[in-house]
């Protein structure tokens, strides 16, 4: 039997930008400041121009970064998150932390995110906040979230997990709400080689405040203004990421080709419901995810083929 083909191929993505990842690396172990040292700041910077939007806060890793948010907005017990059921478990997860409920809203099954014409029916008094997903790699109605969230005075957590890249509308995941979160783990379209995380913003009032809470709540050093944990991108992987960067134009553009293949082919054969991305947005499909009406028996077909396959989500 062959090879079991990989979903990602990370060795073969460090072969070809070996020089510039290795050369990245190399400086940080000379100048030897692993913990905030300037590459962090470079890369805030650079993602905060790639997104426009004027902060970008780097954390240790995705789901840190929807924790972190959620410390800033003061979310806590008998608050209220509306999100989605249909995603990785850390999005619901970071809401109980804090003490708070999250408020599930079903999903618009052409595309498998939050459906907005549900949203304003789960509203509460105690409703502080909208976090929708950007499942697969695509933003969900975003405007219409926004036009809601506005309307009852709640703020929108973007949790762009899988999408970091996609654009919507002309503008990029990230940057379509008050806070965009976005993770760097190694199989997402911007990946490091370790956990990490982004938290973006328009708000420079929370964006001092989230800056504060990555370092312990700290406004200077042993100055603890607030709770905080311990939340930092470390500068090896920010080096890693400043590296593929340069390049991650093109890996979007690769990933956008190869899913309008797969979309091409698999949707026109019977038994098989692609993910519709909508003519005003780009999906850089993190997965891409079909339904299918017997899916052990397709999933054992495609393993037969050494062709790999997850459910995603259980």
Known sequence: MADTIEFIDLKAQYRALKPAVDARI???????????GPEIAELEERLATYVDVPHCIGVASGTEALLIALMALEVGPGDEIITTPFTFASTAEVIALVGATPVFVDIDIADCNIDASLIEAAI???????MPVSLYGQCADMDAINAI??????????????????????????GVSTIGC?????????????????IFTTDAGLAQIMREIRVHGQAKRYQHDRIGVGGRLDTIQAAILLAKLDSFDAEVAARIAIGDRYLEMLGAMSGI?????AEDRTSVWGQFTVLVEDRQRVAGALAAASIPTAIHYP
């Not at 709640?154 to 997990?161: F, P, T």
Request: hydrophobic share 35%; glycine share 12%.
């Open 26 to 36: 190399a400086a940080v172990l000379d100048h030897g400041r692993y913990i905030m």
């Open 182 to 198: 976005t993770s760097f783990f190694p199989s997402k379209p911007l990946g490091c080689y370790g956990d990490g995380g982004a």
């Open 149 to 174: 969230a506005e309307r009852h005075g709640l703020i929108v957590i973007e949790d762009a997990a899988q999408s970091f890249g996609a654009a919507y509308k002309g503008r990029r995941s990230c």
């Open 124 to 130: 509460t008094p105690k409703t502080k906040a909208i």
């Open 273 to 277: 419901r692609t993910i519709r991305v």
